[in-house]
């Protein structure tokens, strides 16, 4: 089961955020990751709802957004959705910018923490290509061993939308 649902970190099974949801931890490469996406609803610095009414979805043209805020998937709640889908950020809220006057609150080695629960922080572009890197390495992790599929890969496997095509999320 471990290696089907990922090993979790050593020492770190579990993070909890500042409201209390607990995320799972997966161990990837190297590299530390939560399993679930985020699903705070206020900001860990100030503690004020970010809960925005601005996103749209079209099934047309995805999800647009046009706020500064977060919002359930297909405008639900989380008693609707589940938490397991989490919240869609804007970015300004992950960085949890807001209200700091544009401060970009970053630790000594460049690290934001966002919304993150403490100790964590939004991962950098390096951080996320280390992970798309040790994907292509390893080409038993991804669909008919193309590296550019990892998503397959790093989905769950249940919950999505049935869709056509073996090696996209919610195909097969």
Request: aromatic share 12%; hydrophobic share 30%.
């Amino acid at each position: 089961e471990e290696e089907e649902h990922g090993t979790p970190c050593p020492d770190m099974p579990t993070v909890i955020d500042h409201e209390g949801n607990v995320y799972h931890t997966v161990l990837i490469g190297s590299q530390c990751w939560t399993k679930e996406n985020m699903r705070c609803e206020t900001s860990p610095r100030t503690g004020n709802r970010f809960i925005d009414d601005s996103f749209a979805y079209t099934s047309q043209h995805g999800y647009s957004f046009t706020g500064i805020g977060a919002y359930w998937p297909n405008h639900d709640s989380a008693s609707n959705v589940g938490n397991e889908l989490g919240l869609l950020y804007s970015w300004a809220i992950a960085l949890d910018t807001i209200g700091s006057e544009g401060e970009w609150c970053a630790d000594t080695n460049g690290h934001y923490r966002g919304i993150c629960p403490e100790g964590w922080h939004v991962p950098s572009r390096y951080e996320w290509l280390a992970l798309y890197n040790y994907f292509a390495s390893h080409p038993e992790l991804t669909c008919n061993g193309n590296g550019a599929s990892n998503a397959k890969a790093l989905a769950a496997q249940t919950g999505w939308m049935r869709v056509n095509g073996t090696c996209t999320v919610g195909g097969n």
